[in-house]
């Protein structure tokens, strides 16, 4: 098959992109609607979704978000302070402008915040596997969230954090296995100090994101030590 360049100008910008012979469109400057709708097709527009990570205190709730979106470890950071951070990335060539909720720590007599179910899409629910208090509280963050969201299905992840202190470990892995397996979730370990699982928790988040939107059933046995 023959490829023709066509240069886009759009919004002052000249783009350049590669399009199959087959759409029909020749030559080399092309401004049209028609250009536009055929760029359309090729390029997927960027999609937004809107992240929630919820757990007990000093969880790293914001390490391993400021680890994804800054790539670097922040070790201190205010624990009472709810902020949102946005970052764009690319999953199976979708680009995703992501805003991320780093929500403030909660235990079991907090009142789940309706805010935290305005125009979310996917959440990441964190405990740490130093802390026999955040696994117990993971649990009743999620039964609060199912009382907020009533019978719609929402895409979650359950993530073991601060895999790399193994000597305070009193989480096992198959601990925090079997409580994602009871929720049909998927289950990853990580560790706010490697950039490469804070990246691989919210690409899976996304892609869980992706699947309830598309109708698939959630990954229920996926599990990952990263």
Not at 62 to 84: A, C, H, K, M, R
Not at 177 to 195: I, V
């Amino acid at each position: 098959m023959g490829v023709t360049l066509i240069y886009l100008r759009d919004q002052g910008m000249l783009s350049r992109l590669l399009i199959n012979n087959e759409l029909g469109l020749k030559g080399e400057i092309c401004c049209s609607a028609r250009c536009l709708d055929a760029w359309k097709k090729i390029m997927p527009q960027p999609k937004s979704r809107k992240i929630a990570v919820l757990g007990y205190r000093s969880v790293g709730k914001s390490s391993l978000t400021i680890q994804f979106v800054e790539g670097q470890f922040v070790d201190s950071y205010d624990p009472t302070i709810e902020n949102t951070f946005t970052k764009t990335i690319t999953v199976s060539g979708q680009e995703y402008h992501l805003q991320l909720v780093d929500t403030a720590g909660q235990d079991e007599y907090s009142i789940f915040p309706q805010s935290y179910t305005i125009d979310v899409d996917g959440y990441i629910l964190l405990f740490s596997v130093t802390s026999y208090k955040s696994f117990e509280v993971v649990r009743v963050i999620h039964e609060k969230l199912l009382d907020m969201v009533g019978n719609l299905q929402v895409p979650i992840i359950l993530v073991g954090n601060k895999k790399d202190l193994h000597m305070e470990r009193v989480i096992s892995f198959e601990e925090g296995r079997a409580l994602a397996e009871s929720w049909s979730a998927p289950f990853l370990e990580s560790s706010a100090k490697e950039n490469q699982t804070a990246v691989e928790v919210f690409r899976r988040m996304i892609l869980e994101v992706e699947k309830m939107e598309a109708g698939q059933p959630p990954s229920r046995t996926s599990c990952l030590i990263m």
